[in-house]
């Protein structure tokens, strides 16, 4: 195997009938076969990138363009917000970045730090980078002189219309490395793109569009570090190594040699990759030790088969592929079976997206057709999607959880939480929770401790800081929930009078100081009836609100 292997486009062939399992990837690495056999869990291979597909294109096309899908629309008019690096002296022009794991701020490259277990001699690493690449669309029209001027709009005499608008071009390239060879030194390659034009005629010689796109000038260096025999600290850092004509170019401009919404995937073989979220207990020096910034790793593809309390008290995700996305994202992101294509707003919900685009008027709807062929082909899925597929975006019971059968007498029967009584005996101000053999309620002090699997990533970041427990919430499926501020916070008095709190499982939290309540705050809350199974419209989230 060469020392460094780069290869542009797709890393994987896909062929049908089959013929993956023979397939190789277009730098000549073997993909793993994909079928038949009673192997174990695959080695990693250009091909187990194709698991985390649907996931890496919806963050690559994140935000790219929202409900309504208009040019006309505010929200459209501001783009391209996550993974977006820019020339450095554009965005340094006023002070150096501050580094941090979220892409949503501008920065001139990304990081990714990860561990990896070496499983075997010869191991390699393949890293995949994507981005998009700025794509200026102008719609010309002919003059009578056969000459060609831009205009905002032109509709031709078949009566479609067509309107100048940014779009943007997938870009991806493969960097395929033994480990022996990056344990000698860092490998840094070209991931740029080249200019381009484009030119389309219209029909009845009304006029043309024109597709330009700038030189992006680009590099990723990957850096192995031997922590001992079988294990090893990765690093793949991307730049932008450009520059732009004046440093007080406007943003839209700027973006024109900025790589947007890039984001990392990395496979290998011989390999496997520790989740920094969920690590085992022996490696977690070693993952604090990781620095991400712009952008943060998680494992991708299907969750582990095995129940959480079979698996090792040592904890310990791990995986044989990565996602490393300017989004903040949980180990194995899945997108929704249900849904049938991209709205490109994770952070809204698919049925009311598709009901909200079926009643833009016809007139929002030719323009959104006319903004971009991404926008016309959201409204033809919608338009043509049969009521089996709508039905199945209401909503869906993923898991049904056992009942624990009742070891004490069984408490007095309560109203459903919709009829009326079913709040009496409830005061989040004055109701405590049993901790750790400590009351806890309102003014109690504790420490923050997220579980590590399962926990929200943003709360994650929390961990071991201090707060006041503001309020005991108990939740429609019997669960309850501590509100906190944290005590660091200096907008935690906003917080409280606005209502908006961090919120927690009685698990995550350790009491500091035991509580001295009244008496009357002695007796917790009156139980509610036990849970009987949980939706994903009911689970609730321990995330800030």
């Known amino acids: ?37 009673a192997e174990g869990p695959s080695d990693g291979s250009p091909c187990d990138f194709e698991q985390l597909s649907a996931v890496a294109d919806a963050v690559l096309y994140e935000g790219y363009l929202l409900y309504p899908y208009r040019r006309s629309s505010a929200k459209n008019r501001v783009r391209w917000q996550f993974g977006v690096l820019f020339p450095r002296d554009w965005v340094e022009s006023e002070g150096p970045v501050v580094p941090g ?22 191991a390699s690493v393949r890293v995949r980078l994507r981005y998009l690449q700025m ?4 719609v010309q029209e002919t003059g009578r002189d056969g000459g060609h001027s831009t205009v905002e709009s032109l509709r031709t005499d078949n009566g479609t219309a067509h309107l100048t608008f940014d779009e943007a071009v997938p870009r991806e390239v493969d960097v395929a490395v033994c480990l022996d060879d990056l344990f000698q030194g860092e490998r840094t390659v070209p991931v740029g793109a080249a200019a381009g034009v484009d030119i389309e005629p219209l029909p009845g010689h009304a006029g043309r569009v024109v597709r330009r796109r700038e030189e992006l000038r680009a590099s990723t260096t990957v850096t192995a570090e031997q922590l001992s025999p079988d294990l090893c600290r990765l690093r793949v850092r991307t730049t932008n190594t450009g520059s732009v004509p004046d440093s007080r170019t406007p943003r839209d401009e700027a973006l024109r040699r900025a790589l947007i919404a890039t984001h990392t995937l990395v496979s290998g073989e011989g390999v496997e990759f520790v989740s920094l979220i969920d690590p085992p207990t022996y490696l977690a020096t070693h993952v604090g030790r990781c620095r991400n910034e712009f952008t943060f790793p998680v494992l991708g593809g299907g969750p582990p088969t095995a129940p959480a309390h079979s698996r090792s008290p040592q904890g310990g995700g791990t995986g044989h592929v990565l996602l490393s996305s300017p989004i ?22 698919d049925e009311i997206l598709t009901l909200r685009t079926m009643l833009l008027t016809d ?7 006319a903004t971009d062929l991404r926008a016309a082909a959201i409204l033809d899925r919608v338009e043509t999607m049969p009521p089996e597929v709508f039905a199945r975006l209401h909503g869906a019971v993923r898991s049904l959880a056992p009942v624990t059968p009742a070891t004490a007498a069984p408490a007095p029967e309560r109203p459903a939480w919709w009829q009326e009584g079913a ?23 504790v420490r923050l401790r997220p579980r590590g699997r399962g926990a929200d990533a943003q709360d994650m970041f ?24 944290l005590d660091d916070d200096p907008a935690s008095e906003l917080h409280t009078w606005y209502g908006r709190f961090h919120y927690f499982r009685p698990d995550e939290l350790e009491p500091l100081e035991p509580a ?7 007796s917790p809350a009156p139980a509610a009836p036990p849970a009987q199974h949980t939706t994903d419209s009911e689970t609730p989230c321990s995330g800030g609100r």
Do not use: N
């Open 462 to 485: 929390l961990a071991g800081r201090t707060a006041e427990v503001a309020a005991v919430f108990h939740d429609v499926d019997g669960s309850v929930h501590l509100a906190v501020t």
């Open 328 to 349: 903040i994202l949980p180990d194995h992101p899945q997108v929704a079976p249900e849904s049938p294509g991209d709205l490109h707003d994770a952070a809204e919900i």
């Open 1 to 37: 195997m060469s020392d460094v292997t780069v290869v542009e486009g797709m890393a994987c062939t896909r062929r049908r009938g089959g013929a993956m399992s023979e397939g190789l990837a277009e730098s000549g690495m073997p993909c793993a076969a994909t079928g038949g056999g």
């Open 135 to 138: 794509q200026r669309k102008q």
């Open 363 to 369: 007139e929002e709807k030719r323009e959104a057709r």
């Open 516 to 522: 001295e309540f009244p008496d009357e705050r002695a």
């Open 423 to 445: 709040d009496d005996g409830f005061s989040p101000s004055t109701d405590t929770v049993l901790v750790d053999g400590v009351l806890l309620g309102g003014g109690s002090r």
């Open 101 to 122: 794991v979220s892409g949503s701020a501008d920065s001139w490259y990304q990081q990714t730090e990860c561990l990896l277990r070496i499983r075997r001699p010869g």
